[in-house]
């Protein structure tokens, strides 16, 4: 097991195009991080540059304190599990994932004892004599890990191994794989583009747009203290409401907002320090929908009331959102299923700015 170092890393394709621009990333031993982005923001190929699967236009790359740059993939000490299984059809499961250690001459004995190893922390050993034929989704992809796990490698690396599975299963893969790092804490890289299966694995979320990473942190500070608005709009689900707004004078000395002529909403006091410097200017105000709620004491210090036309009810069972227009900006929000809200009705809010975020319009920059 060992940590894994990217300094400066660029990858460049013919004709120029960047995927990759210059990124530095630094992942712990024993640590568990997720490259998390939209399609074309350079997860993967950060992820194919640290297996050695593409090589890198400038920069380093560490694996165990070593430069890996001209090392080839085979003899970097790392597994990688693809989205796609890659499972020899001919071959039993156990064969399946006994192949690799074959190819390594290790002894007869060793190689059952990991393989038993494995397909007991996977709950697998059922189904070590089939085939991959024989095998659903859910068990080809437990299959397709056991081949790493036996390697017992420095570094595991997950290329959005899920993407192929149904919604349930994706659920039940996410906690499966969870297990399998805390009972075998590998140093692991794992790439999606689902925000929900970054947040609920991830030690540290590493969130990717256009080439660049936006923002490294915990699942709890993303989303909490996003850097970026597309930090921001990427990490949540629902997403986060933007609304244009202008920082102005309030009532008490106090500062306040003002979204349209009708919704001016004050800004609490404790955070008039962070915001006063940019009084009377344009600003974008971000607020996910669970800080708008409605049947709330409005008497909270950074509460207050907002009434908003109904456009969409969606009921969710424990939860329903309520969908609206603010002067043309959609918003939504995460209401208790008893509402009794209706599409063009005016539905009394609270609004908790305790929770509110101001981002510069022309960088996204959360202030």
Same mark, same amino acid.
């Given at each position: 097991m060992a940590e894994v170092s990217v300094r400066k890393v660029v990858k460049e394709y013919e *004709?120029?195009? @960047?995927? /990759?621009?210059?990124?530095?990333?630094d992942i712990a031993d024993h640590e568990f991080v997720v490259l998390v982005g =939209?399609?074309?923001?350079?997860?993967?190929?950060?992820?194919?540059?640290?297996?050695?699967?593409?090589?890198?236009?400038?920069?380093?790359?560490?694996?165990?304190?070593?430069?890996?740059?001209?090392?080839?993939?085979?003899?970097?000490?790392?597994?990688?599990?693809?989205?796609?299984?890659?499972?020899?059809?001919?071959?039993?499961?156990?064969?399946?994932?006994?192949f690799g250690l074959k190819l390594r001459k290790f002894p007869k004995d060793e190689i059952k004892?990991?393989?038993?190893?494995?397909?007991?922390?996977?709950?697998?050993?059922?189904?070590?004599?089939?085939?991959?034929?024989?095998?659903?989704? *859910?068990?080809? @992809?437990? /299959?397709?890990?056991?081949?790493?796990?036996?390697?017992?490698?420095?570094?595991?690396?997950?290329?959005? =191994?899920?993407?192929?599975?149904?919604?349930?299963?994706?659920?039940?893969?996410?906690?499966?794989?969870?297990?399998?790092?805390?009972?075998?804490?590998?140093?692991?890289?794992?790439?999606?583009?689902?925000q929900i299966e970054a947040m609920t694995l991830a030690d540290r979320v590493v969130v990717m747009n256009g080439g660049v990473i936006e923002q490294v942190g915990t699942p709890q500070q993303l989303y909490h203290n996003p850097a970026t608005r597309f930090v921001a709009g990427f990490i949540g689900s629902p997403a986060m409401n933007f609304l244009p707004c202008r920082v102005q004078d309030g009532a008490n000395?106090?500062?306040?907002?003002?979204?349209t002529d009708s919704i001016i909403v004050p800004i609490p006091p404790a955070r008039a320090d962070r915001y006063g410097a940019y009084k009377g200017k344009e600003m974008v105000l971000g607020i996910r929908p669970e800080h708008l709620f409605e049947h709330h004491d409005q008497g909270k210090p950074g509460w207050t009331r907002v009434d908003l036309p109904v456009d969409v009810v969606e009921p969710m069972g424990m939860e329903t959102m309520v969908h609206f227009f603010v002067d043309g900006s959609p918003v939504c929000a995460r209401i208790d299923p008893a509402t009794h809200a209706a599409p063009g009705e005016m539905l009394p809010l609270t609004a908790d700015l305790n929770q509110m975020h101001l981002m510069l319009p022309d960088t996204g920059r959360v202030v």
């Amino acid at each position: 097991m060992a940590e894994v170092s990217v300094r400066k890393v660029v990858k460049e394709y013919e *004709g120029g195009v @960047q995927a /990759v621009k210059g990124i530095d990333l630094d992942i712990a031993d024993h640590e568990f991080v997720v490259l998390v982005g =939209p399609s074309g923001c350079g997860k993967s190929t950060t992820l194919r540059m640290i297996a050695g699967l593409e090589e890198i236009t400038s920069g380093e790359i560490w694996i165990g304190g070593d430069v890996v740059n001209d090392v080839p993939p085979r003899d970097r000490d790392i597994a990688m599990v693809f989205q796609n299984y890659a499972l020899y059809p001919h071959m039993s499961v156990f064969d399946n994932m006994a192949f690799g250690l074959k190819l390594r001459k290790f002894p007869k004995d060793e190689i059952k004892r990991r393989v038993d190893d494995a397909a007991r922390i996977l709950d697998i050993v059922p189904l070590l004599d089939r085939k991959p034929r024989a095998l659903s989704g *859910g068990q080809r @992809q437990r /299959v397709a890990m056991g081949r790493a796990i036996v390697r017992n490698p420095k570094v595991f690396l997950f290329d959005e =191994p899920l993407s192929n599975l149904d919604a349930k299963l994706r659920v039940q893969m996410r906690t499966e794989i969870k297990k399998v790092h805390q009972a075998i804490p590998t140093t692991t890289v794992y790439v999606t583009h689902d925000q929900i299966e970054a947040m609920t694995l991830a030690d540290r979320v590493v969130v990717m747009n256009g080439g660049v990473i936006e923002q490294v942190g915990t699942p709890q500070q993303l989303y909490h203290n996003p850097a970026t608005r597309f930090v921001a709009g990427f990490i949540g689900s629902p997403a986060m409401n933007f609304l244009p707004c202008r920082v102005q004078d309030g009532a008490n000395g106090g500062l306040a907002v003002r979204i349209t002529d009708s919704i001016i909403v004050p800004i609490p006091p404790a955070r008039a320090d962070r915001y006063g410097a940019y009084k009377g200017k344009e600003m974008v105000l971000g607020i996910r929908p669970e800080h708008l709620f409605e049947h709330h004491d409005q008497g909270k210090p950074g509460w207050t009331r907002v009434d908003l036309p109904v456009d969409v009810v969606e009921p969710m069972g424990m939860e329903t959102m309520v969908h609206f227009f603010v002067d043309g900006s959609p918003v939504c929000a995460r209401i208790d299923p008893a509402t009794h809200a209706a599409p063009g009705e005016m539905l009394p809010l609270t609004a908790d700015l305790n929770q509110m975020h101001l981002m510069l319009p022309d960088t996204g920059r959360v202030v």
